[in-house]
């Protein structure tokens, strides 16, 4: 948090893919729980900062072991290997910061990276996304 908080670090929030905004249930980027942690599979698009930031939020559906499936947010530093850059995204106005794609391909994030609870991603993502006042093209400039 003080690195964020100082700046020193770019943050970014990873939540939409191609068929997934909107409807949050429709995401198929997945975390399967491994020994220590999670392991992230998946692709992400329109990420604010996703190429710099250091740290991203990413919100993905949990698959556990003998329990239903449910959607959580998980603290992922790109230091940690297994977060590819991917295209980035043209826009029409409003290009101060850069947005593109973030693909997770086996991409290791311990237990104690989960924000909040396993399963409560859904709460986690609507945290921030009411910190941004996300209208289609007009942020502030707050990331989460
Ligand atoms: C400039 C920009 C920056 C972005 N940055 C990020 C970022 O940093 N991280 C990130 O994760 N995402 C980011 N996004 C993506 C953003 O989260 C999604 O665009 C948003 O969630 C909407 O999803 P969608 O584009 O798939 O639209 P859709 O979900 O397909 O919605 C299309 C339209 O249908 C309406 N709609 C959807 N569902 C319903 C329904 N059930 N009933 C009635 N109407 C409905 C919507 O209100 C909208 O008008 C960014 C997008 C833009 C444009």
């Known amino acids: 948090m003080p690195r964020l908080s100082s700046g020193k670090w770019i943050g970014s929030w ?31 698009q ?17 698959k556990m072991p003998n329990k239903k499936e449910g959607i959580s947010a998980f603290v992922v530093e790109k230091c940690n290997g297994g977060v590819i850059i991917g295209n980035k995204d043209d826009k029409m106005g409003m290009r101060a910061s850069e947005i593109g794609e973030l693909i997770f391909k086996d991409c290791y994030v311990p ?23 996300n209208s289609h093209g007009r942020f502030r400039s707050r990331n989460c």
């Open 111 to 133: 237990s104690e990276n989960v924000l909040g609870q396993t399963r409560t991603g859904i709460s986690a993502s609507d945290a921030c996304a009411r910190g941004r006042q």
């Open 46 to 62: 329109f990420i604010i900062n996703g190429k710099v930031s250091k740290l991203v939020v990413v919100i993905a559906k949990t």
């Open 14 to 44: 990873a939540l939409a893919e191609a068929e997934a905004g909107s409807d949050i249930s429709s995401l198929k980027t997945v975390a399967r729980q491994v020994a220590g942690g999670w392991v992230l599979k998946g692709k992400k």
